[in-house]
């Protein structure tokens, strides 16, 4: 599943495939699955309220995961991208709440079957 963002005036391209989890491991030394779950992250997003966000929204997230998630997902799409740091800092701007609601469905879609 493939998606192009607009974040800071730039077209950006994720990607999710099943080599997302491998690939984060790969960078970050982590698990996936267990960043993820152990923060409740997928929960939590799919019901946030963007609009309205709280700081007891936000307790317990660490944003450090979404960015290297949203990192391993443009990296999936477009392989010539630097490092992490290196990628992020050619943003002024990286609305991480706007960005996270369109990344989920591509992190369910990889992590879930689909069913017949």
Known sequence: MEKTLIIDGKQVRFKATAALPLRYKAQFGRDFFSELLKMGAIEKLGNMDTTNVTRADLDGLDFEVFYNVAWCM??????????????????????????IPELQDMLLATIQGKKK
């Not at 290196?86 to 609305?95: G, V």
Request: glycine content about 0%.
């Open 74 to 99: 443009a990296k999936t799409a477009d392989p010539s991208i630097p490092d992490p740091i290196t990628w992020l800092d050619q943003f002024d701007e990286f609305p991480m709440i706007e960005i």
